[in-house]
């Protein structure tokens, strides 16, 4: 089991960046696959960002492409989740969580973090 610890939440304003980190420990963190995940208040949990595990694969959701980037470093057994040009209807918790391939479905991750709020205003 890996242990994950995610920060880098806050309130911000829409159209400024934001740096997502999750922090690993435990098991092999380096051959697992990382995703990002956010649930919004009323709204059920939805896929944001995967990387494998050597960051040779990444997928995004169509809503944070070209906006969001999801990143390694294995050394330092960080994902990280760069959010820019932030909008309100980004506003949710965001979860890491570590599974043995990059997917989008949450059913393939089995490790999570306990979630960072981050909340755009408008």
């Known amino acids: 089991q890996v242990q994950l610890v995610e920060s880098g939440g806050g309130l911000v304003q829409a159209g400024v960046s934001l740096r997502l980190s999750c922090t690993a420990s435990?098991?092999?963190?380096?051959?697992?696959?990382m995703g990002w995940f956010r649930q919004a208040p009323g709204k059920e949990r939805e896929f944001v960002a995967a990387?494998?595990?050597?960051?040779?694969?990444?997928l995004y959701a169509d809503s944070v492409k070209g906006r969001f980037t999801i990143s390694r470093d294995n050394a330092k057994n960080t994902v990280y989740l760069q959010m820019n040009s932030l909008k309100p209807e980004d506003t949710a918790i965001y979860y890491c969580?570590?599974?043995?391939?990059?997917?989008?479905?949450?059913?393939?991750?089995?490790?999570w973090g306990q979630g960072t709020q981050v909340t755009v205003s408008s």
């Open positions: 435990g098991r092999t963190y380096s051959r697992l696959a």
């Open positions: 969580a570590a599974g043995p391939i990059a997917t989008q479905e949450q059913r393939n991750f089995g490790s």
């Open positions: 990387t494998s595990w050597a960051g040779a694969t990444t």
